[in-house]
């Protein structure tokens, strides 16, 4: 009896004490919380989006600066709830992404396999509005639309030169000229992964420290470069949503993945992080530095939370296609029907998104996917060039 009351105590302690590393294995490696942290963040950037499109946008805060922010929390503007949804996005790009590089051979693995991910649908995406939604809604002639060097500029959104107009599209809605604002964030996470990259090149595997360093410097290195172009006074942010702090937190999730090892997979923890988290974007002034470390453990903590998958996500990630589709989705319904309420755009093109996203995963992204089989071959063809210019030894 005392020998099995030992038993249990020995294991609710070890519950308690478990690594991320471990808790990552109970899983199989694929924990559901992730999935339904992709599909929620993506719907909840959608909805801040279909309100913009209803009432007019954008309305992200420019930086401003202050001489002396540090005269009280209230000093300064209260930062937005919905400046943690693409930290949070990034962080768990990051975490997931760095399992994805641990397992590729090479970088050319890693960047192909990023590369069948990301492009494909935003490929489809940009042809449709280009070729499809534009000549449908334009106040100009076909002919004219056509000859508009600005459509042809459009199409540089696949390569991640970003534009967000249409000739003679959406003109008069209450978000105008714009067609897909949420794409600004393409550039981002390709400067995430061409960031990685450039760190695994240096030795950042052998010597994974390099990682959350390299986060570190680059933060310190952007307050100031900011703080130097603004005579030395003090940034405020509003909220992490500029595209440099962006990818501090994509390495916050990268770190969070490398010391899984290390850290606890804990709920005290979690209130924690959640706590301080809401403290430095609320209170602190430049707290968005501190809190992309905060905002990597609570995204990661609820990301290996398993949960039993509903339908709608088991085997598919229609996250990607709510992200990339929704905007043009909610400027069309707009332009259609001038709903007089946001929330009207929001429960119609909700589930005219999802419907959509339902079919670029199902008829796009996921038969793209049967394209990774073409990358082991040119790894080792890679691997083969490699070891012939080094004068190594061929493998067998």
């Not at 768990?92 to 590369?115: I, M, N």
């Not at 995406?125 to 100009?140: D, F, M, N, Q, Y």
């Not at 030395?232 to 595209?243: A, H, I, K, M, R």
């Not at 996203?357 to 691997?383: D, T």
Request: proline share 7%.
């Amino acid at each position: 009896m005392i020998g099995d009351s030992f038993s249990l105590g020995e294991s609710i302690c070890e519950f308690a004490l478990v690594r991320l590393a471990r808790r990552l294995k109970m899983t199989s490696g694929r924990p559901s919380g992730f999935d339904y942290m992709r599909l929620g963040l993506s719907l909840m950037v959608a909805f801040v989006h279909f309100r913009g499109a209803s009432r007019g946008g954008p309305a992200n805060p420019d930086w401003g600066f202050v001489a002396h922010p540090w005269s009280g929390p209230w000093a300064m503007p209260v930062r937005p709830f919905g400046s943690v949804i693409l930290p949070m996005f990034f962080a768990l790009s990051g975490f997931l992404v760095a399992g994805s590089l641990e397992r590729s051979k090479t970088l050319l693995t890693f960047l192909g396999l990023r590369v069948i991910r990301i492009y494909p649908a935003l490929a489809v995406e940009v042809l449709l509005s280009a070729l499809l939604i534009g000549p449908a809604v334009t106040a100009l002639p076909l002919a004219s639309y056509f000859r508009d060097p600005v459509l042809w500029h459009y199409f540089l959104n696949t390569i991640g030169d970003i534009h967000y107009v249409l000739p003679g599209v959406f003109e008069n809605n209450p978000w105008p000229k714009t067609v897909n604002a949420q794409l600004w964030t393409v550039p981002v996470e390709l400067m995430c992964y061409i960031t990685l990259a450039a760190l695994v090149v240096i030795g950042a595997v052998q010597r994974k420290i390099l990682i959350p360093l390299a986060a570190a410097a680059f933060s310190v290195a952007h307050f100031v470069m900011l703080s130097s172009e603004h005579d030395w006074l003090v940034p405020v942010c509003n909220g992490p949503l500029t595209g440099p702090i962006l990818v501090f937190c994509f390495l916050a999730g990268v770190s969070v993945f490398l010391y899984r090892d290390r850290l606890l997979w804990s709920f005290p923890l979690f209130l924690i992080a959640l706590t301080a988290s809401a403290a430095f974007l609320f209170f602190v002034p430049l707290g968005e530095y501190l809190a992309v470390w905060t905002m990597a453990y609570v995204t990661v903590y609820l990301g290996l939370t398993d949960f039993k998958r509903i339908f709608f996500i088991n085997g598919a990630d229609y996250s990607y296609g709510i992200y990339i589709y929704h905007f043009v989705v909610g400027q069309a319904f707009v332009y259609a029907a001038a709903p007089s309420h946001w929330w009207i755009t929001a429960v119609v093109c909700i589930p005219l998104t999802a419907l959509v996203a339902a079919f670029s995963w199902h008829a796009i992204e996921k038969p793209a996917q049967k394209w990774r089989s073409y990358l082991p071959a040119a790894e080792r063809h890679y691997l083969a060039l490699k070891a012939s210019a080094l004068g190594w030894p061929r493998a067998t």
